[in-house]
């Protein structure tokens, strides 16, 4: 329990998070830097930003397949 606390208040903040968790999307990452992200990224902190990466991805796809049926079809 006292682990759980601990990792809720590490010091990275959100926007240092979702950098890397826009990264790790792309899967480009140097074993050392994400040892490091490891160490100072809040848990939380990553699960919401994976989430708002996964929305926006998916919202992208959605985009662009409507853009190239409505081409296809008009």
């Given at each position: 329990?006292?682990?759980?606390?601990?990792?809720?208040?590490?010091?990275?903040?959100?926007?240092?998070?979702?950098?890397?968790?826009?990264?790790?999307?792309v899967g480009?990452?140097?074993?050392?830097?994400?040892?490091?992200?490891?160490a100072k990224?809040?848990?939380?902190?990553?699960?919401?930003?994976?989430?708002?990466?996964?929305?926006?991805?998916?919202?992208?796809?959605?985009?662009?397949?409507?853009?190239?049926?409505?081409?296809?079809?008009g």
């Amino acid at each position: 329990m006292d682990d759980l606390k601990q990792a809720t208040h590490r010091k990275a903040s959100f926007l240092q998070t979702m950098r890397a968790v826009l990264w790790s999307f792309v899967g480009l990452r140097k074993g050392s830097e994400h040892e490091s992200d490891m160490a100072k990224l809040n848990p939380v902190h990553v699960i919401i930003a994976g989430l708002i990466a996964a929305a926006i991805f998916v919202g992208v796809l959605v985009v662009i397949v409507r853009t190239v049926v409505g081409q296809a079809t008009g």
